[in-house]
């Protein structure tokens, strides 16, 4: 006969043990004595009843028929059929071979015509999607046996007990043998015909299991008949929300660093163009856009030329990107903004007309259509750390952002073409009377803070739509973390850039995503009311006069 043996992280005492044992027992003794052959289960998916189907599925799970697995996939796919005059039942294969269901030989001398089809309602999807539970639990496949596992919790179906028993006596998996130990408590605690001693140990056992399912049985518990299995399902209830509000905080910060990352690759280039030459740019965010088409041309190219390198596509858009948004940012600072020095206004109509020919030019020649980039195999997935959900290509983007901002600041600290750059932003004049060729760092500078901003688009294509607005979509941001950082400050806009990021993320939930950029704003307005330069504003004699 069967055993069931319930375990948590330490095994659960033996009362609770003989619960589940003592409601299996009722439950074998009730059970025919055919339904270990099957002819029962069999029997009762020819009655063309849906309440016989489903109960032919729990006879079927509970029996030890070999095809019972092939029969309860046939059932879900529509391949299985009866003779309602044989009360038969076959099943047809993946290859479309009609077979007998009890034995799985071909059925010979039947054909399909001939048959009725098993039919299927929503009570004979829910009772299959239990047996599935069940049947999964003996997979050689540990991810197999905990999805089962999972799903036993859910169903909490006392038929599933000695499928959970038979499955604990051979689990050599800590983790599935903690997910079927809760599997076995589930349906204890809500037996309302168990002692409240193995109730109670049932809920302690599921007060462990830190997920919605857990919550929403707990709850089912506490709002049941008042005694002390409903106190200790509260008592569960309440520690098991309080954990569920933290990882939410947690992954809600989460989000907002990876937010504040792909904040602060869109807005360091900004931050350089805005501190040194003083220019609004309001085609910055086509140079975000460039990057991302940049990184759809090489991915097409290399899918025609060398599909062999179409993994590493992504590097090879980095500095593809990063030159072809540098050279147009270039061109237009020589072509445009150079003439419009002194005249901020004449200088804000210019880019923002600039932008919108950028964003025509691109839909003429690739389309309004949204392009499909492909991540590489490093960018996809998710993996949990503890109750967080980390998906790898945020994971890398915030690596990405953080090494091209350590990579920017090396440039600017270390290099003579980095010493210019900062002497031209704290004095210009100064750093004119030195030498300094100003209008050339003018228009390196600009090609360097759109290079940066190319490879912006380079990250945002892996994360979002390869539009022609994609970069309109970043470009107020950008600009209220380089005024909230300070202006020109690239410690400053990093620090705004997370912390935008994370404000952004945590007041969401609460108010939607409009009304929270909306104060997020007002705050902005609020701040730089107090401190006009922003949290960290440059040191020079220029910018403070």
Partial sequence: MFRIAV???SPVSRALRAGLGAIVALLICAAPASAGHGDEALARFTTDRFADTAEGIKALVASHLATKDAILQALGEGRLYFDPVRKQVYFKDIKGRLDDAKTGAPAAGVTADALKTVRVSNLVRSALQDARGSTGLTSSDPAKRLAAAHDAFRSHDPAALAAIDAALAKEKSPQVRRALAAA???IIALNSKAADQDRLQAVAVIGKQNDAAAISLLSQLRDGPKGDVQAAAASALA??????AVWSGLQNIWYGLSYGSVLLLAAVGLAITFGVIGVINMAHGEMVM???????VVQQWLDIAHPDWLGASLFIAIPAAFIVSGLVGMAIERGIIRFLYGRPLETLLATFGLSLILQQAVRTLFGADNRDVVSPYFMRGTFPLGG???TFGRMWIIVFALLVFAALQLVLRATPFGLKIRAV??????????GIDTNRIDALAFGLGSGIAGIAGVALSQIDNVSPNLGQSYIIDSFMVVVF???????GTMVAAMSLGVANKLIEPFVGAVLGKIIILVLLILFIQRRPRGLFALKGRAVEA
Avoid: D, E, K, P
């Fill in 388 to 390: 967080l959900s980390i």
């Fill in 7 to 9: 375990v948590s992280v």
């Fill in 485 to 491: 950082g300070g202006v020109g400050n690239l410690w």
């Fill in 184 to 186: 076995g408590a589930a």
């Fill in 239 to 244: 520690r098991l929300q309080m954990q569920a």
């Fill in 425 to 434: 932003t704290q004095n210009r004049r100064m750093a004119s009377a030195m």
């Fill in 290 to 296: 460039l990057g991302a088409y940049t990184t759809y």
